[in-house]
């Protein structure tokens, strides 16, 4: 028996609001390094604030849909 140690390429998965909203209801858990992608030094990255909301929003969904 002969094991390939090169890996077979995978095609990132290109994100868009529709994959996203479909890709949401897979996950339970999201960890993030925040400097740099919510913040980078002082400043707040374009689109992060409406981003943590869109996922309180989404989760707080959830919640209503479980109780």
């Known amino acids: ?4 140690t090169t890996p077979t390429p ?4 290109r994100i868009t609001s529709q994959t996203f ?3 949401l209801k897979e996950i339970d858990t999201f960890i993030f390094d925040a400097d740099g992608v919510l913040w980078l030094g002082e400043e707040r ?12 929003q989404m989760v707080s969904n959830f919640f209503r849909r479980i109780f």
Request: no cysteine; net charge negative; glycine share 4%.
């Open 1 to 4: 028996m002969t094991f390939s």
């Open 45 to 56: 990255i374009e689109g992060s604030p409406e981003f943590l909301d869109y996922l309180l």
């Open 10 to 13: 995978v095609e990132p998965l």
């Open 21 to 23: 909203s479909k890709l």
